[in-house]
Structures are given as structure tokens and as C-alpha cells.
């Protein structure tokens, strides 16, 4: 699945945290979701950010 960050996105960093491997930090301090074929379990990592993301910015892309 393919993840996407939306302009709700506050810059809190509980993303990167939970799944580093999709979720990066940009310059403007709001995080982006990096577009790759994910593994199960990394996919259900950033399934959980999405799910955690305390203002809904992470969709399904």
C-alpha cells in the first residue's frame, strides 16, 4: 500500500517514529511519505502511523 501525507500534517514526527522507513521529515518540517514497495511488516507499521496520526494527515494514496 502507498501512503501519502496531507496538509493537516502539524510536524509532529509521531510517523517517522513509529515507521522511519516511509515516513521522512522535510525541510519544512511536515513529514512525507516516501513512494516504494513496502514489505508486510513494514507496511503495518505505517498502517499503524496512519491509524496513530493524531490529525489524520496519512492517507491511502
Known amino acids: ?23 521522512v521529515m522535510t525541510d519544512e518540517e511536515v513529514a512525507k511519505a516516501q513512494q516504494c514497495e513496502l514489505e508486510e511488516e513494514v507496511d503495518e507499521r505505517a498502517r499503524e502511523a496512519m491509524e496513530d496520526c493524531p490529525v489524520d494527515a496519512i492517507e491511502n494514496a
Open 1 to 23: 500500500m502507498k501512503y501519502f501525507v496531507n496538509e493537516n500534517c502539524i510536524g509532529c514526527g509521531l510517523c517517522v517514529e513509529t515507521c522511519p522507513e516511509v515516513f
